[in-house]
């Protein structure tokens, strides 16, 4: 990951954007205090989760080395996700809906809710 952090005063506290070296560009909008930085990170870190949790979901056990031939598993799966994928990129909401559908499949609950967002099944 290459992101900068900028900091800028306002008044006696300090507030930061983060900047992407990938992308040259801001990846935060405004100046934010650092619990709103903190904030953010979660919320990014937590989408990396969902995806890997979905990616695992949909996919198991493709990809994986079978002990009994040591051959990759193919089962046709990825297939699916890939498909899935190449939609839930042009559309967060599907990955979120998505995320809640494999939690309740597996018979997860989980709530979090912050003052800008809430993921609740």
Known sequence: MGWKV???KFG???K???WS?????YITKSWMTRKEITCFFFWHRFE???NTFIEDAMTFPDGYTSKNNDKIITTGLMD??????????????IMWNKFLDELNNQDI????KDNKYQIEN
């Open 21 to 25: 070296t990938i992308t040259d560009r």
């Open 109 to 112: 609950k989980i709530s979090i």
């Open 16 to 18: 930061y954007k983060l």
């Open 12 to 14: 006696k506290e300090t």
């Open 48 to 50: 990396q989760f969902a």
């Open 80 to 93: 699916e996700f890939f498909k899935f994928k190449s939609k839930s990129i042009r559309d967060n909401k």
């Open 6 to 8: 900028a900091t800028k």
